[in-house]
């Protein structure tokens, strides 16, 4: 027997276990692009099967989660008069408009809102999992139609960052170690569940001041906007996820650059927030919110954005101030760092697009 082809066995046997890994992972076919035979081609499609396996599990495991905590789920409206991101300073999102038995109102951006309403009725907590309605143009980032996991409870923005990192890691730990096989299906690559897992909940933490200067001020990661605050692009929040080897929570943002609800620190000119970078960027935000009447007025003369629509949550101050704190994690974003994927497009069952009719 020739020794040298003795020696190149482990090698050949490498590169051919190689290729059947690569054999054995399901691509997406991205049917959606063709809205009309979509739904034909993704109940034959294992991508659609395995997806749809992954949202009922997020579903189960997110229940189990905040129940563990003592937290209850709410049942609340998709329809709004008071969006949470008007338009105007902070805002970063279009509200979708309808008209409903001939009353203009708005689908739901985020029913943070009632969450703070529901949490007055329960000092435990709060949470749903319930779609979020958002007008921009759809891309790899971003989808019209989305769903939200989302909880307000009594607290500050510490204990907020706390439960969303204890939460996310949860979910991680229960794919890695549960469900390896039907994640294996999309990628041979686990080490971005394994680095979460290992930090425990200990997810670092970075002030969005001292990420400027980490980035080096450099105009490929910071934008300077006409209102005198910097923003962080999206690849900006790909290379602090690049700098920090995994996910890292971007805290105090500009006051200006966030919605009105959000409280101001002690710290001029900043806020009480939180954005959880992963995978493609934000995954997940937080957020303290102010305590008190006084507080929610000033922030809205701030961003030029009318009271009226905002008595009630102003009254609500008013008549049980609380400082209470929540986050909002989209479902599908975090689908597309648990399979390593990068269009957000695919992590859907049934794509819904601005102006199209599309059915079922």
Known sequence: MNSDNVAERPIINEVIDRKNQFKNIIRA?????????HFESAIFDPWYKSVTKIHSIISVKTSDFFNSRGLLPVLLPVTTGSISSPMGLGSDSMPVKINLGGVDTYLADSMQFLLEYALRLNDKGVYYIMPTF??????????????????????????????????????CDHFLYSEKTLISQF????????????????????????AVKLLEDNNQYINNTEHGFKKI???????????FDGPVWLTHFPSLSVPFYQANSNEAGYSLTADLLMGIGETLGAGERNTYAEDVITNLKDRNVSQDEYDWYIRMREL??????????GIERFILWLIN?????????????????ILP
């Open 29 to 37: 076919k991205q049917s959606w692009i063709n809205h009309k035979n």
């Open 134 to 171: 958002r007008g921009e143009e759809q891309d790899k980032r971003h989808l019209n139609q989305f769903y939200h996991a989302e909880t307000e409870i009594i607290g500050s923005l510490p204990d907020v960052i706390e439960l969303a990192s204890s939460y996310v890691t949860y979910l």
């Open 187 to 210: 990628t041979n690559n686990l080490n971005h569940l394994e680095k979460l897992s290992n930090l425990k909940g200990k997810i670092p933490q970075l002030k969005f001041q001292d």
């Open 233 to 243: 692009t999206d690849e900006g929040e790909r290379k602090l996820i690049e700098l």
């Open 320 to 329: 049980m101030p609380l400082r209470t704190s929540g986050f909002g994690m």
């Open 341 to 357: 994927h990068d269009d957000i497009r695919d992590c859907q069952l049934l794509p819904r697009v601005h102006g199209e009719d």
